[in-house]
């Protein structure tokens, strides 16, 4: 188990992310990171306890009301500050969390390799955001649907948040047999592994159902 905690609104996203973060440490993790998203990715993710992030991220530009965050638990290549989350995909389209295994990583990343694809990390999780971002690419599709054409070919377990910069006011979520939950505030939404991060924001709660899909727009 890790933790999922994505925030899109009108406040700051960092400390409520953060904040999130801590509060699902008791679920056990090796590494945290968190994307923030201002006209640019700002990604800051490290080995070690969300303390250890908290250090490397101070002074550091942290200004963005959207933005996704992760604590590990390696299971595709070791605790190290490359294999933390959030992914990148290698056109910098796509960031990505991700909670669970993908079984089948192995044959698409292969794939993926013959189109030119080239990996930094080691996680199956790397190899799922550079497939939704070759479908969104090569398909000229729009966000929401390359990650559901993506899913499609994905064999294994699954919650994760994506964020794509083409279309900045908008999360997308996803889950299959690893739970995700939604908070609907007002003019804000908050999405996590569990209740614990969201309940001090909002009582207003979604369970999302295996195979849902979640489009978090701002402002909607
Ligand atoms: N399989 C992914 C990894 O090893 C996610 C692990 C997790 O659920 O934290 O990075």
């Not at 800051?44 to 009301?65: C, F, H, M, P, R």
């Not at 959207?66 to 290698?90: F, K, L, Q």
């Not at 999780?125 to 054409?149: P, S």
């Amino acid at each position: 188990m890790c933790g999922i905690v994505g925030y899109i609104g009108k406040k700051q996203a960092y400390p409520i992310i953060i904040n999130g973060l801590k509060r699902l440490e008791y679920r056990g993790y090796d590494s945290a990171g968190v994307a923030l998203w201002n006209n640019q990715s700002l990604i800051y993710k490290s080995k070690g306890k969300v303390s250890d992030l908290e250090k490397l991220v101070l002074g550091q530009d942290i200004n963005a009301t959207i933005g996704i965050g992760h604590t590990r638990w390696a299971t595709h290549g070791e605790p190290n500050d490359v294999n933390a989350h959030p992914h990148m995909s290698m056109n910098g389209k796509f960031v990505l969390i991700h909670n669970g295994i993908i079984e089948n990583y192995s044959q698409l990343k292969n794939k993926l390799k013959d189109r030119g694809y080239l990996f930094k990390s080691e996680t199956d999780t790397e190899v799922l955001v550079n497939l939704i971002e070759y479908v969104y690419l090569n398909e000229k599709l729009d966000a929401e649907t390359a990650v559901r054409m993506a899913l499609n070919k994905v064999i294994g377990a699954y919650g994760l948040v994506i964020f794509c910069v083409d279309e900045p006011d908008k999360l997308i979520a996803a889950r299959k047999s690893s739970p995700l939950v939604v908070g609907v505030g007002k003019c804000e939404y908050f999405i996590a592994s569990d209740a614990t991060p969201i309940i001090e924001h909002t009582n207003s709660v979604i369970y999302l159902n295996d195979n849902d899909m979640a489009i978090i727009k701002r402002n909607e």
